[in-house]
């Protein structure tokens, strides 16, 4: 009975351990569209309500979930405080939120390069910077989801045989 239970608490154990490294996978896909979705906030923001960033960014952070709005949310604050400038800014709420993100080089290095245009063009120019951006991550959500197609389920199921696997040979 005390083998059953060990081998019970084996298999839900690395089961849940292939789950949780299969949700980078899962958040990657998520986090890029919020990105995206904010981004397209921020443009319609700044080129039809004619909003300054850190009213935009107060805003676009109450719309969108965690992790993604931190960002928005450390940005504001950022420039509330009354950061050198925009870029500045951007680049220290992005160090200090890029760890609770699931995202990858690639796009903190498109974020970063967006973050450089913040506040220096006029309107017109900043909403081509902002395409740019959604160009990128659009691709990037791309791999994301190819990503997650070929990789979720494969890492899902290896967790459930390596418990399988690890109970075999403990018996």
Avoid: C
């Amino acid at each position: 009975m005390l083998k059953l239970l060990g081998a019970v608490f084996i298999v839900v154990a690395t089961t849940w351990t292939g789950f949780e490294m299969a949700k980078i996978y899962t958040e990657r896909p998520r986090q890029i569209r919020q990105l995206r979705a904010a981004l397209q906030s921020l443009e319609a923001e700044i080129m039809y309500g004619h909003t300054p960033l850190h009213t935009a960014s107060q805003q676009i952070a109450k719309q969108l979930a965690q992790p993604v709005s931190t960002l928005f949310s450390a940005f504001s604050d950022q420039l509330d405080k009354g950061s050198d400038s925009a870029k500045t800014a951007w680049e220290q709420s992005l160090k200090k939120v890029w760890d609770t993100l699931s995202l990858k080089k690639s796009e903190y290095e498109v974020l970063k390069q967006f973050g450089e245009t913040l506040g220096i063009h006029d309107r017109i120019s900043q909403q081509k910077h902002i395409k740019l951006a959604l160009t990128h991550l659009e691709a990037s959500e791309a791999d994301a989801e190819q990503a997650q197609a070929k990789n979720e389920k494969m890492i899902k199921s290896l967790g459930f045989l390596a418990g399988l696997l690890l109970i075999l040979l403990l018996m």
